[in-house]
């Protein structure tokens, strides 16, 4: 058998290339979250499902949702017909408003209560 002066270095270049390759994986899962605790695991309070009908033939642009006496937050959704979206709200009473791709179409829910832990779905239709 014939020396070959680069034999000794291969297990060690094999070493360092699955290390190399396995910190490249670590980094990675890192990177995505997938090793990290959701943050949303202790929220106290309850979601608000915005459903568009399937049957709708417009787009859903944007949720404003205002509790009583508060000004009204504005949560830009592109929903088309037959997706959802949900938004995530504390524990009360609020009046919904749904607006579509028509700037002449607003539908308004009035007295919409939100629970701990439930989700609270609305379903605006539009022909």
Same mark, same amino acid.
Do not use: C, K, R, W
């Given at each position: 058998m014939e020396y070959c002066p680069v034999y000794p270095f291969l297990p060690i270049a094999r070493r360092a290339a699955l290390a190399l390759v396995f910190g490249i994986a670590l980094l990675?899962?890192?990177a995505c979250g997938c090793c990290d605790d959701d943050d949303d695991d202790d929220?106290?309070?309850? %979601? #608000?499902? =915005? =459903?568009?009908? &399937?049957? %709708?033939?417009? =787009?859903i642009d944007s949720v404003g949702v205002s509790s009583f006496g508060g000004p009204v937050e504005l949560? $830009? =959704?592109l929903l088309l017909p037959g997706e959802d979206a949900f938004i995530d709200l504390f524990p009360d009473n609020y009046d919904v408003d749904v607006y579509w791709d028509d700037p #002449?179409?607003?539908?308004?829910y009035f007295n919409v209560d939100i629970w701990d832990d439930e989700v609270t779905t609305?379903? $605006?239709?539009? &022909?």
């Open positions: 990675g899962l890192a929220f106290e309070g309850g %979601s #608000l499902q =915005v =459903v568009n009908d &399937p049957l %709708s033939s417009y =787009v949560f $830009p =959704v #002449l179409f607003t539908v308004d609305i379903q $605006p239709f539009l &022909p």
